[in-house]
């Protein structure tokens, strides 16, 4: 047996549980992780709780469950160590350590969690700790869908909208990493930590106006879902792009590989707001579901 963290009914904070449940047992072609780190997100949030526009709802319902998740078990992203490996695994062996996003099956918030060899996860090196590495797979790999290569250039100036939050703490770093000046927006209160990440100019969006401090952005980046194009053309350049996480993304495991490289060679950091042991559960998730938090909350799991 193992302890999970499991809900049945979709809702609030008291729909979820800590209960002993049948440790995985593993087909040939999974691995069976030790989990030590579960990350809390408001992926989590929007499924656990609804927390969608109405019109979403029974898209929600249809794909994870009619009146509750389907997949009991909680948690959709995380980190561990593959303790064994099905006949047929050749890409991970005993001793790895992985991080992973499994939206659709869930069950990460749980002491061991069985997973495809083929699932969206990589390796990390040991000089990373768990808990860093378990938001990668979502926070990171969400900003990075937007943020890369190919959409920032050295030199372009980058408004990140939402800057505080998961993706957002992500997206501040990696347009540093690839040579933006980033002007962040998040309420004051997190404007130092938005600094030390790299941030060169912040705004307060409770008490000003993004639009009326005489800058234009080759690049506007909503990291929260708050703004539309509309609301901010006016200072975008004349090629500026506006983008935003309402827009799908693709989860690939390169991506998480990448990210993990960047996070090992200390180019990236995860900002963690809290990290709460397994038996604070409900705190985590009470924390995640304010909608405030700073980067990103953690459950310790071992
Ligand atoms: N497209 C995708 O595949 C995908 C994937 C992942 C996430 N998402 C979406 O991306 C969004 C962000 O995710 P996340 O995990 O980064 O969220 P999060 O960590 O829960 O965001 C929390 C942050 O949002 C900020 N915030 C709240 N209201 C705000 C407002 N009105 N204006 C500006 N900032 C505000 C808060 O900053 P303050 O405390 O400073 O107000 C807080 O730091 C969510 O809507 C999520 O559903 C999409």
Do not use: W
């Not at 193992?2 to 008291?14: E, F, L, R």
């Not at 809390?40 to 499924?47: A, E, L």
């Not at 997206?171 to 040579?179: C, D, E, I, N, S």
């Amino acid at each position: 047996m193992m302890k999970a963290v499991t809900q049945y009914k979709y809702g609030g904070v008291d729909k979820l549980y800590l209960e002993d449940a049948d440790k995985p047992i593993i087909k040939d072609d999974e691995i069976l992780i030790e989990v030590f780190a579960a990350n809390v997100s408001s992926g989590d949030m929007k499924i656990n709780t609804l927390d969608i526009h109405v019109l979403l709802r029974p898209m929600i319902r249809l794909v994870f469950g009619l009146f509750g998740p389907r997949k009991k078990i909680r948690g959709i992203s995380g980190a561990g160590r593959v303790i064994k490996v099905g006949s047929r695994v050749t890409k991970y062996k005993k001793g790895d350590r992985v991080n992973y996003i499994n939206s659709m099956n869930a069950g990460c918030i749980a002491e061991y969690i069985s997973l495809k060899e083929k699932s969206v996860m990589a390796t990390f090196n040991e000089n990373i700790d768990d808990v860093n590495a378990a938001p990668i797979a979502f926070g990171a790999m969400t900003a990075l869908h937007f943020i890369n290569e190919s959409t920032v250039k050295t030199g372009d100036k980058i408004l990140i909208y939402g800057a505080s939050g998961s993706v957002g703490t992500y997206a501040v770093q990696l347009a540093k990493y690839y040579g933006a000046h980033v002007t962040a927006v998040s309420s004051k209160i997190n404007h130092k930590i938005l600094k030390s990440i790299g941030a060169d100019d912040v705004i307060d969006y409770q008490t000003e106006d993004i639009r009326k401090n005489n800058q234009s952005y080759d690049l506007i980046f909503d990291a929260v879902m708050k703004i539309s194009k509309k609301q901010i053309k006016t200072i975008l350049t004349k090629n500026g792009t506006f983008l935003s996480v309402k827009s799908m993304t693709k989860e690939l495991s390169t991506r998480i590989e990448y990210l993990n490289a960047l996070l090992s060679d200390q180019k990236l950091t995860t900002v963690l707001d809290h990290v709460y042991e397994l038996s604070e559960f409900k705190e985590a998730f009470v924390h995640v579901y304010s909608k405030h938090k700073v980067g990103n909350v953690v459950i310790k799991v071992k």
